[in-house]
């Protein structure tokens, strides 16, 4: 017999495409007001328990005798926004995706959750004396295993004899729903009295409880402290609150450390500039979803008409998110944004922590930061009030996702900015052939930097032939002009930093017998050298596939296999051979892979009181 009830549509936080769909679970009474769409769930799913995520909530409908109640509630709040929800559905038709890998691809990793049923002795029940002198009791009494930890120890005969127990009343089951990564909170101190009253209280106080009175005296100075364990023992606090002097509040904080820099005053606006910035906000005064192409030449100040552009946001209450195409840019955008906006900020990519990027998801949730800053995958943050979406260099093809779904950061920009009536900024020296398309049939606004700030000329460009540089006898990676340019540089004290968009010592490896290339057997694709102690391996920089150079051709035998083009490791090396006496540094992925990690190439140079320091693309 069905009953009258509240039912949610979850999707299940598992791969496969027989999972793309919403499967609907029953809510216990106690909680159907507190279930949100976006809310994280923990439910029962065949054989096994799994997360999920509500879509749809139904209140006060029929429930069969066979739709399973949800488990566990993980969220108190929703981690994601309606808005979002409906932007996952967008991505799957946009880029024919599944719905688990459009919620994966907007909430981040830190959200995942994992549970198991342990199993438990009911410490009230009179167990038989045979029963606990059993291996299997004994193992479930001392470890409170999980059951699936249980069972791989005792096999399959396990399962009859535990059931027989816990519908005897003496094994119970217990689902433990654990996040992989826990939101940070810290202990706030909150006065609750005028801080005339906790003043006085701290003179009576101050030589029978001198650390009381110190309390008192800093709560009296502000509303509110952070409380340090160092400073204030609990037993200090807990008299406090007894008296009702003081409460303690559990807040969310963020691991993120925010360098300290110096509120920067905004610097004057150049005409173009000023313009630009008329342009855009007359374009944010239509209230509805457009488009502005900021076609800026280099160093004509873009950054600024969007720091300009988002005061404005700020100021009717909304919020903006900026888009740089590269993480290694991130820190220098925020350094720009924080000198302005402060901790309004919010920072999202891949480069930082799960805990931190659980945290700013957090406070952009919460309202806490009305900005936000960061790579591709920061087009996806929960902001609630968007009026600004500016995507910065929107020509670099680094906004183009490779994994599934295979999402464009452009597109989804315009998707946002159209559901919240936002404006959209593409901000470019080289604008894309889209933006150009989009302002060619009237989709988009061009507005223009021809100058840039103060009119600083734009630096000299030289093209150098290195065919002319052959056939002078030059064999050297290094032209002429650029090895003079390099050796005046050093002298002068200065540094020189020299760009290769190609990782690696050489870019591909062919047999001069026959032709025959190295390739990535997965693919197909040329297997880029790489040098280490052991000498070349061959990588596959799309799969990771690798395997160590083969001294003989593998399809004529001859020993005729040579490396062709030029990458990083082939430039440091060559800087070695050519200058012993300075010092280069290599930076690309292989030498800031990790976190922290220095830069410094293994194979760096060690000494000379002159330093050439070329950073290697």
């Known amino acids: 017999m069905s009953q009258v009830g509240t039912v949610v549509s979850v999707f299940i936080d598992s791969p496969g ?5 919403p499967f609907d679970y029953s809510v216990q009474s106690e909680l159907a007001q507190s279930v949100e769409v976006g809310q994280r769930v923990f ?27 949800i488990l566990d509630l993980v969220d108190d709040q929703p981690v994601l926004t309606p808005e979002q929800c409906s932007l996952a559905s967008w991505l799957c038709e946009r880029y024919a995706c599944t719905m688990y890998d459009a919620i994966t691809a907007i909430l981040p990793g830190a959200f995942r959750v994992k549970g198991d049923i342990v199993i438990q002795p009911v410490q009230t029940a009179l167990v038989p004396d045979d029963i606990t002198a059993t291996p299997l009791w004994g193992s479930i009494a001392r470890d409170k295993p999980t059951e699936r930890a249980l069972f791989a120890q005792f096999g399959k005969s396990a399962r009859a004899q535990v059931a027989a127990w816990e519908k005897a009343g003496y094994l119970r089951r217990r689902l433990i729903v654990k996040e992989e990564v826990q939101a ?68 969310p904080k963020s691991r993120l450390k925010w360098a300290k820099q110096k509120v920067a005053a905004p610097p004057e606006l150049t005409e173009s500039q000023a313009r630009a910035l008329a342009h855009i906000r007359e374009q944010l005064d239509a209230g509805t979803a457009r ?14 008409v969007y720091i300009r552009s988002i005061e404005d946001v700020l100021a009717r209450g909304l919020s903006a998110i900026v888009l740089v195409p590269e993480i290694a840019l991130t820190p220098q955008m925020v350094g720009r944004f924080y000198a302005r906006f402060g901790e309004r900020i919010a920072v999202l990519h891949s480069a930082l922590t799960l805990g931190e990027r659980r945290d700013e998801w957090g406070r952009i949730l ?66 894309s052939l889209q933006a150009l398309y989009l302002a060619e049939h009237g989709q988009a606004r061009m507005v223009t930097l021809p100058i840039r700030v103060n009119q600083r000329p734009l630096p000299a460009v030289e093209i150098i032939d290195m065919r002319d540089e052959l056939r002078a006898g030059n064999k050297s990676l290094f032209s002429d002009r650029l090895a003079d340019e390099i050796e005046k540089t050093i002298a002068l004290g200065q540094q020189v930093i020299l760009f290769l968009n190609r990782r690696g010592f050489a870019s591909s490896m062919l047999c001069r017998a026959c032709g025959e290339g190295m390739h990535c057997p997965h693919c197909d694709i040329s297997l880029t050298v790489h040098r280490d102690a052991h000498g070349m391996r061959l990588v596959c920089h799309y799969c990771g596939y690798e395997e160590q150079s083969p ?31 300075l010092r280069a540094l290599r930076m690309d992925v292989d030498t800031t892979r990790k976190r922290g990690r220095s830069s410094t190439s293994s ?15």
Not at 220 to 228: C, D, G, L, S, Y
Not at 291 to 304: R, W, Y
Not at 377 to 406: M, R, T, W
């Open 17 to 21: 495409l027989f999972l793309d769909k």
């Open 43 to 69: 439910v029962s799913f065949g054989h096994q328990f799994k997360s999920g995520v509500i879509w749809q909530v139904h209140h006060k409908v029929a429930i069969g005798e066979k739709v399973k109640p």
């Open 184 to 251: 940070f909170e810290v202990s706030w101190l909150v006065r609750q009295r005028p801080a005339q009253e906790l003043q006085a209280a701290a003179e009576v106080r101050r030589k029978r409880a001198s650390k009381q009175a110190r309390l008192l005296e800093a709560l009296a100075r502000a509303e509110e402290i952070e409380w340090k364990r160092s400073e204030f023992s609990r037993d200090t606090v807990e008299a406090l609150v007894r008296e009702g002097w003081l409460i303690e509040q559990v807040r």
């Open 291 to 304: 488009t502005v192409i900021l076609h800026g030449v280099t160093g004509s100040g873009k950054t600024e």
């Open 366 to 431: 919460r309202g806490e930061a009305s900005i936000v800053i960061g790579a591709r995958s920061a087009v996806f943050a929960p902001v609630q009030n968007l009026g600004l979406l500016i995507v910065d260099e929107e020509h670099e093809p680094s906004y183009k996702q490779e994994e599934a779904p295979h999402y464009d950061a452009r597109d989804v920009a315009l998707e946002r900015a159209s559901s919240f009536g936002a404006l959209t900024v593409f901000g470019s020296a080289t604008p």
């Open 551 to 581: 001294v003989e051709c593998p399809a004529c035998g001859e020993r005729a296999l040579r490396s062709f083009g030029i990458g990083t490791e082939q430039i440091e090396q060559s800087l070695k051979e050519t200058w012993p006496q």
């Open 603 to 617: 194979s760096s140079l060690n000494s000379g009181r002159r330093t050439c320091s070329s950073a290697l693309r």
